[in-house]
């Protein structure tokens, strides 16, 4: 279960799948607050679900997540497309 005042992980798990072009303004912006919150709020405050919930999506690091290298492998992150 996430903590209270995130992104559920259901949630955050659909996103992920979901091509980036088809996500509305409201997705995106959601998804912002929620990597925001992950990268400043300390470990130490976090249950142990939401840890692993944002280690494994990389909301906690500027590293690319498990998540965006899975999409990228098969093709659906648009993060990285060249005109």
Known sequence: MSDTGR???ADKASSAIKPDSQKSTGEVAKE?????????????????SQQAG???SG??????????KAKNAVGLNNNNTTA
């Open 7 to 9: 992104q559920g992980f």
């Open 32 to 48: 912002k607050l929620d990597n925001a919150a992950a990268t400043l709020q300390p470990d130490s405050t976090k249950s142990t």
């Open 59 to 68: 909301s906690d690091k500027s590293d690319e997540s498990l998540l965006d």
């Open 54 to 56: 944002d280690k494994l």
